[in-house]
């Protein structure tokens, strides 16, 4: 194999940057070229750990790195040719190294976590924020302001500061950072993330409804009327701390409805579809805690404006995301699973005739943990410093 077409396979994968670094000689053991990229992906990872992290492009500050979306950022960082993780905060684990608190990250080179309050920013370029909410609006305004942030907690995604209040049930103490946040739902508001300083990240269930509603709503495909909506999720979306409800016992075996009524992610899901329509829609939201680790589904039921046909949302479908990387519509009939999606940052989604006249039924699926959380965060992050938006995210669905 040529050294231009190794160069090439690397850079396709995601390891290099074209022209950042010259690889002058490989080796053709006669192998196919699988192999070779297999090759790349390994000496690209050498290459990694052996230069100093600090060494890279960008220095990423990692806010609640003991946290499930907190080592999925480190899990996607790790194949990152431009960002480099050089502080890393926790709470109860401040003291800790991240291979102790989770195993599966021991082989990357990280720095030791510290709590919050003894973090030096001074290092850092831009700052995953996975901290809960509420807490997470006091530590962001104490930061230094040439920080970039992309923010994955619900603090800064609804933009009327008392809807926030009614629905977290708690003050709103940054209502001013507030203003100057962009809403990251990337294929939606992409043109806006490029310029933010402030990326408040989509919630997860949120992403998995919107995708696939606001292309339909902008395009008066359907009626802002009885929109309703079934979710489902993973129990890592309720994240790691130890609750009663989460316990094996307790989810193994069985699904259960909660919030209903009163999630608050209904606030985010409204505020959404209501901008695309430019009047507001109240929807019938219930999400479900399902007996699996990652994963969402959302079923929507929707009625069809008139005269519209099931095919006219298949092909606004179609035609919103054709070019986009990461959101595919399947093809007519092809039912989405969360099987299909898992650990990668796709969204998939289709769209089916109900037996009602007049009435779709619409299916999206994401992995929680990386559309719904670090996948898009990560993709934000890279729309803000100007990388390739797919950048560390070239992983395909893990099946089985
Ligand atoms: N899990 C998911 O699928 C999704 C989560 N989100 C949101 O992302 C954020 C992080 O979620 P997730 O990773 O699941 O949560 P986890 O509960 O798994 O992790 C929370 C992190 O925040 C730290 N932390 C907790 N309290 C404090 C505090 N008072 N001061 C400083 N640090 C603190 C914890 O440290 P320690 O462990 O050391 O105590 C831990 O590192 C949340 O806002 C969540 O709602 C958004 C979309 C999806
Ligand atoms: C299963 C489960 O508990 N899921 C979480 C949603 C996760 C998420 O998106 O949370 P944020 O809005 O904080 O980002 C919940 O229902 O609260």
Known sequence: MSTATFNSICFNQGYLRKGAVKISKVKNRGQRVKFYVGEASVL????????????KEVRIGLLGASGYTGAEIVRLLANHPYFGITLMTADRKAGQSMGSVFPHLITQDLPTMVSVKDADFSSVDAVFCCLPHGTTQEIIKGLPCHLKIVDLSADFRVRDIAEYEEWYGQPHSASELQKE???????????DVKNARLVANPGCYPTSIQLPLVPLIKAKLIEHRNIIIDSKSGVSGAGRGAKEANLYSEIAEGIYSYGVTKHRHVPEIEQGLS????????????????PMIRGMQSTIYVELSQGVTIEDLYQ???KSYEDEEFVKLLDKGVVPRTHNVRGSNYCFMNVFPDRIPGRAIIISVIDNLVKGASGQALQNLNIMLGYPENTGLLYQPLFP
């Open 316 to 318: 606004q479908l179609r």
């Open 275 to 290: 901008d695309a329509a430019q009047s507001k829609i109240n929807v019938s939201f219930t999400p479900h805690l399902m």
């Open 44 to 55: 690209s990872t050498k290459c990694m750990q052996s230069s100093e992290k600090n060494k």
């Open 181 to 191: 946040a962009v809403y990251g739902l990337t294929e939606i508001s992409r043109e």
